[in-house]
């Protein structure tokens, strides 16, 4: 989607201004070409329809801001579970064999600087962008390093069990993450979310009131409110993609901190 990946200053001037004004603009000639008393003459049907619709569009947009809202929180969650995992591999390698910690040192490394190098610019193209294949790579060949690697008592063998569930904890974040670029909101949620707020506010249009300036503010009202609502959701969809987005800071702090390490012991 266009919105998603657009500046946030862009999204913001079309949903909350220039939208806005094309309802009131709109309002204003449904006023003029009706006049006021063919429109205050639906006032009592037409009030009545308006608050089921409106009430109907307010539980369905608050539904799909909190869903948007809990999906954005937990790309972040899932951005700190893969750091998090990789930081607790990289102190569990300082108590392997040398080569065995030294290998997999390197691939961790090689792994978070693909994540944050490839998987991130792909992430921000949403369901279009492809995963970093180096950072794929490395993966494998953390689990080969893993095991090639033969314990010689049971500290050994606890030791190899608990990366190797680190191992996987990263891989599933990792995999999460990849599958919420792609957005939460499905195209049919979307034509509902948008058609809904046309519906909602073209409702107003019908209403007649004698304060005609009165009137017209209200409608620019009720549409800032929903076009901020649809702004929101169209913001935070992607977590990995426009101005507001989930960043990889997490990753580039254990790479930064534990993978300039040159020797593992």
Known sequence: MFFAQAPLWLSSLIFLVVLPLVAVAAHAIVRRHFGINSLRANNEVASAKFNTIGAAYA???????????EKFNAAESLVTQEASAAVTIYRLAKSLPDDTGSALHGTINTYLKAAIEQDWPAMAHGRDGRPSPEATHALDET??????YSPVDGRGEALLNGILHQLDQLTDARRGRIAAAGGSVPSVVWMV??????LTIGFTFFLGTENFNAQMLMTGALSVLIFS???LIVTVDHPFSGSVKVQPEALEFVLTHFGNVANPR
């Open 143 to 148: 689990y080969a390093v893993l095991l090639r």
């Open 59 to 69: 539980v369905l947009l608050a539904f799909a801001v909190t869903v948007v809202w």
């Open 193 to 198: 979310l948008v058609g809904g707020a046309f």
């Open 229 to 231: 609502g649809l702004l």
